[in-house]
């Protein structure tokens, strides 16, 4: 990885991965970036820019558009940027395609639904035997990376060594990658901020004012926290860019799909209406966060509360008055 020319392929052709490609590109890197539709591939390639996802953001000229597989071959390191619902089967299409020991970076932040799996646990039943896979994770807005705004994440991988030299591999004049090794407390943050930003959207849209908003997202860190000490994430990875930091970003503006569709939800959308045709992840980790809770007792009335909303078996506003209803504790409970 040490060496400037190694090419970097990011498959998934959305928002997130033509700016990861072009934040990759512009670190000096030529990136191989796949789409799974050829004409969409073959258009991108020939436009230069992803009118869909990002209008008005031009193509690195060292980003390559693609849909043969056969591409990601020669690339050093694959980005995976695709839904976290999604990740099984698109790991399971293109693995035969990647480099043998060529490290997979999982860009997706949730939870498996049916499995209740993170995404590195994915990888490891998917990918062959001894495949690296590292983990990307932050507050960072697909927009602001593509125009090359100053934006900070993290990455971890199990192997340190590993973690920091994609980190050099992968940071660019406005993306800066911090590194650790500790892959599920990176985890964890990414998937649960998702769920918990759906709450803060529903405080603001159903007009409760920014102090019960603050209230808030300082007790739904305080669920994250208690979750991450049963799973395993350190708690400085947590109060870190991947757990706080990405917290408050999601939690905190309308740009964050999972904020947006909370934010309907609260003004009375349903929730097959709120999402507004895009994927907000936090509504399919909902029910896998909380059962991974309730398995090891942890307490999480929030993440409750947003999955009950979110399956159609509770109201805004029982929801809104159970939560208000319950017993007074020592804030450090």
């Not at 480099?99 to 049916?114: H, Y």
């Not at 705004?149 to 192997?159: G, K, N, Q, R, S």
Request: charged share 20%; proline share 6%.
């Amino acid at each position: 990885m040490s060496q400037q020319d190694e090419a970097v392929a990011v498959v998934g052709g959305g928002a997130w991965g033509t700016a990861l490609a072009n934040a990759a590109a512009a670190a000096g890197r030529p990136v191989v970036l796949w789409l799974r539709d050829a004409e969409a591939a073959a258009r991108l390639e020939e436009t230069r820019e992803n009118a869909r996802y990002l209008p008005g953001v031009p193509l690195h000229p060292r980003i390559r558009a693609t849909a043969n597989g056969a591409d990601l071959r020669g690339a050093g390191a694959v980005l995976l940027v695709s839904p976290a619902q999604t990740t099984r089967a698109v790991l399971g299409q293109l693995g035969p395609d990647l480099a043998p020991g060529a490290p997979v970076v999982l860009c997706a932040k949730g939870i498996e639904r049916g499995s209740d799996a993170f995404m590195s646990a994915v990888a490891a039943e998917t990918l062959p035997p001894g495949t690296p896979v590292a983990v990307l994770s932050g507050p960072s807005f697909a927009a602001d990376v593509a125009r090359n705004l100053p934006t900070a994440v993290t990455l971890a991988a199990e192997d340190a060594g590993l973690a920091a030299g994609l980190a050099r591999m992968l940071s660019g004049p406005s993306l800066r990658l911090y590194h650790t090794d500790d892959v599920r407390g990176v985890e964890i943050g990414g998937a649960g901020k998702n769920v918990l930003a759906i709450a803060s959207g529903i405080v603001a849209g159903r007009g409760l004012g920014e102090s019960a908003r603050a209230a808030l997202i300082a007790r739904a860190f305080a669920e994250l926290m208690r979750f991450a000490r049963q799973y395993g994430g350190r708690p400085e990875t947590l109060m870190g860019l991947s757990g706080l930091g990405d917290l408050v970003l999601t939690a905190s503006s309308p740009q964050s799909r999972n904020f947006a569709f909370g934010q309907r939800l609260g003004e009375g959308a349903s929730p097959q209406d709120a999402s507004g045709g895009k994927l907000a992840e936090g509504a399919f980790t909902a029910a896998a966060l909380v059962a991974l809770a309730r398995a090891r007792s942890v307490e999480m009335p929030v993440a409750e509360a947003v999955a009950a909303i979110v399956s159609g078996g509770a109201s805004v506003e029982g929801v809104v008055a159970s939560l208000l209803a319950r017993p007074l504790r020592g804030e450090a409970e």
